[in-house]
């Protein structure tokens, strides 16, 4: 199927040929021969078309600690896919390129999607690059054939997606990376065209269901404030201390010019977070021992992390047996020191 006929999910139709698409909070109202804020869906004599469906703008085998996710699978490597559209406006956006602008596209279809990660020996897919969400109907179709293949479907998002339809994707999702991109609701609503209180549910939501690791890229000036940083630690505290948080560092890039993040903003911001969390990480900076795992309980080193290398020194895999161990990769490993139980899946 090619995406021209392919009828977008949640939307209603109004009077005069116009429609309003509910799958995110822009809630757009859009007219005949109009498209959405993402440009991912476009109205046609009153027909709304998911017009991104199958369209993909990127497509290789990344490690999975460049999602970032370190504490799913650490060391292996994922097949990675995005479409051309999102639903945020960041002016600092850092693949702008592909999620801001129309740009050349290949169709790929959900069972080639399928093949193509099990022919590479993937753990699975990942919806990633841009916006996934705004992909609605190729990730519900792609996830479902992936699970059914006993593949992962790992999703890195900005969480800007209504509950219903989210109610809809999760049981397909095995683990994500959702960008929380500060506390502050008029920075989201001012600068992002976007929503805070949807992306805090999103987490909360996800979290209940699968694996999840935050993210949150410090802005010199827009949201490194000891006060806005510390927010959201608490935030993350109130969502789980074993929650995996990570502060990456801001390169100027898109509308915006100025100086990358100071190395001491993201040393303060990870040591604030140490003394709340389990595991704090700060990425995109040559900082000693800040990509590393250790135990929460005896400090022991769990995971070395260089330049996407990894090591698992410190944690002894849970051995599972029969039928168990030829479906499922284990949970349950521990530190090789202490024997606490660690939140680390690992094959
Ligand atoms: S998914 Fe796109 S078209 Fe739909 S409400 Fe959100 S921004 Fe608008």
Same mark, same amino acid.
């Given at each position: 199927?090619s995406?021209?006929?392919?009828?977008?999910?949640?939307?209603?139709?109004?009077?005069?040929?116009?429609?309003?698409?509910?799958?995110?909070?822009? $809630?757009?109202?859009?007219?005949?021969?109009?498209?959405?804020?993402?440009?991912?869906?476009?109205?046609?004599?009153?027909t709304?078309?998911?017009?991104n469906?199958?369209?993909?703008?990127?497509?290789?085998?990344?490690?999975? &600690?460049?999602k /970032?996710?370190?504490? $799913?699978?650490?060391? =292996?490597?994922v097949?990675?896919?995005?479409?051309? =559209?999102?639903?945020?406006?960041?002016?600092?956006?850092?693949?702008? &390129?592909?999620?801001?602008?129309?740009?050349?596209?290949?169709?790929?279809?959900?069972?080639q999607?399928?093949?193509t990660?099990? =022919?590479?020996?993937?753990?699975?897919?990942?919806?990633?690059?841009?916006?996934?969400?705004t992909?609605?109907?190729y990730?519900?179709?792609?996830?479902?054939?992936?699970?059914?293949?006993g593949?992962?479907?790992?999703?890195?998002?900005?969480?800007?997606?209504?509950?219903? /339809?989210?109610?809809?994707?999760?049981p397909?999702?095995?683990?994500?990376?959702?960008?929380?991109?500060?506390?502050?609701?008029? $920075?989201?609503?001012?600068?992002l065209?976007?929503?805070?209180? %949807?992306?805090?549910?999103?987490?909360? =939501?996800?979290?209940?269901?699968f694996?999840?690791?935050? %993210?949150?890229?410090?802005?010199?000036?827009?949201?490194?404030?000891?006060?806005?940083?510390?927010?959201?630690?608490?935030?993350?505290?109130?969502?789980?201390?074993?929650?995996?948080?990570?502060?990456?560092?801001?390169?100027?890039?898109?509308?915006?010019? $100025? /100086?990358?993040?100071?190395?001491? %903003?993201?040393?303060?911001?990870?040591?604030?977070?140490?003394?709340?969390?389990?595991?704090?990480y700060?990425g995109?900076?040559?900082?000693p021992?800040?990509?590393?795992?250790?135990?929460?309980?005896?400090?022991?080193?769990?995971?070395?992390r260089?330049?996407?290398?990894?090591?698992?020194?410190?944690?002894?895999?849970?051995?599972?047996?029969?039928?168990?161990?030829?479906?499922?990769? /284990?949970?349950?490993?521990?530190?090789?020191?202490?024997?606490?139980?660690?939140d680390?899946?690992?094959?």
């Open positions: 199927m995406n021209s006929g392919y009828e977008a999910r949640y939307y209603k139709k109004l009077s005069n040929n116009s429609t309003q698409c509910v799958l995110c909070p822009h $809630f757009c109202i859009i007219a005949d021969g109009d498209s959405g804020f993402c440009r991912s869906r476009q109205n046609t004599n009153g709304l078309y998911a017009i469906y199958g369209e993909c703008v990127s497509l290789a085998m990344d490690p999975i &600690e460049k /970032p996710l370190y504490h $799913f699978y650490p060391g =292996s490597y097949l990675s896919t995005a479409s051309n =559209s999102c639903n945020l406006a960041c002016p600092f956006c850092q693949n702008s &390129e592909i999620s801001q602008y129309k740009t050349q596209t290949k169709f790929v279809p959900p069972e999607m399928v093949e990660a099990l =022919s590479e020996k993937s753990i699975g897919i990942a919806y990633t690059y841009t916006e996934p969400l992909w609605f109907e990730l519900m179709e792609t996830a479902k054939l992936a699970y059914a293949k593949l992962k479907n790992i999703l890195v998002t900005n969480g800007m997606i209504n509950p219903e /339809p989210l109610k809809e994707l999760m397909y999702i095995d683990a994500a990376n959702i960008d929380l991109k500060s506390m502050d609701e008029s $920075f989201y609503k001012t600068l065209k976007g929503n805070l209180q %949807t992306v805090l549910e999103t987490i909360k =939501s996800c979290k209940k269901l694996h999840i690791e935050i %993210t949150n890229l410090l802005i010199p000036g827009h949201n490194d404030s000891a006060e806005l940083i510390s927010k959201l630690i608490d935030f993350v505290v109130e969502v789980g201390v074993d929650t995996p948080l990570h502060f990456s560092r801001y390169f100027p890039h898109y509308n915006f010019d $100025f /100086p990358p993040t100071p190395a001491a %903003t993201l040393e303060f911001a990870y040591k604030l977070a140490k003394e709340k969390l389990y595991y704090v700060a995109n900076i040559e900082l021992e800040t990509s590393n795992t250790y135990c929460p309980q005896c400090n022991n080193l769990l995971i070395r260089h330049h996407l290398n990894t090591e698992i020194p410190g944690i002894i895999k849970n051995k599972l047996k029969g039928k168990a161990k030829a479906s499922t990769c /284990p949970t349950g490993n521990k530190c090789s020191k202490c024997g606490r139980q660690t680390i899946i690992i094959c």
